[in-house]
T-cell receptor, first 116, second 113 residues
């Protein structure tokens, strides 16, 4: 299984809602990532989990809360979002998280989030 | 500050021709460079990786070159097909920092039948 899955595919939420995005991989990868991508822009790194521990937070607002319950799952909890947070949220995984790693990243199909 | 530049204008070519995409970077010391393909509304898909000590890498109809002196990578698709139409992103790590993959803004390729 060389796939990263994400649910839901689409999500519409109000600014007062609480929702969660889910990501799953069964490739034995020990690094998992959340990216945000706006239209016609490159993916922007948000969080990196290394061996189920948060290793990088790219100064993301606290209304985004990541969670890694186990080595296969990654969640992104959303609360009190703003309309400008509307974007494609991508999850990715790689075999190892390391400063010298040359591992490629496998991306999921993304969740299209719209905040009203 | 670090910058990665890819042609923002779409590249429009005839089927069967070779497409050449450019990735330039400044103020970086990457250990390697990767190319990804992204279709609309989908996640990027890995294509090729080239290390700083490699000049060229090939995979089927794809070829990547990496010139650390010019701080440039070229990505070639030979015998292009309409199915190759997509946005192509280059991505670099930073060997002088913690492991992060930084993406260029991508170049959209359109192959006409």
């Amino acid at each position: 299984d060389t796939e990263v899955t994400q649910t839901p595919k689409h999500l519409v939420m109000g600014m007062t809602n609480k929702k969660s995005l889910k990501c799953e991989q069964h490739m034995g990868h020990r690094a998992m990532y959340w990216y945000k991508q706006k239209a016609k822009k490159p993916p922007e790194l948000m969080f990196v989990y290394s061996y189920e521990k948060l290793s990088i937070n790219e100064s993301v607002p606290s209304r985004f809360s990541p969670e890694c319950p186990n080595s296969s799952l990654l969640n992104l909890h959303l609360h009190a979002l703003q309309p400008e947070d509307s974007a494609l949220y991508l999850c990715a995984s790689s075999l190892r998280p390391s400063g010298t790693s040359t591992d490629t990243q496998y991306f999921g199909p993304g969740t299209r989030l719209t905040v009203l | 500050s670090q910058k990665i530049e890819q042609n923002s204008e779409a590249l429009n070519i005839q089927e069967g021709k070779t497409a050449t995409l450019t990735c330039n970077y400044t103020n970086y010391s990457p250990a390697y460079l990767q190319w990804y393909r992204q279709d609309p509304g989908r996640g990027p898909v890995f294509l090729l990786l080239i290390r700083e000590n490699e000049k060229e890498k090939r995979k089927e109809r794809l070829k990547v070159t990496f010139d650390t002196t010019l701080k440039q990578s070229l990505f070639h698709i030979t015998a292009s097909q309409p199915a190759d139409s997509a946005t192509y992103l280059c991505a670099l790590d930073r060997k002088d920092s913690s492991y992060k993959l930084i993406f260029g803004s991508g170049t959209r390729l359109l192959v006409r039948p």
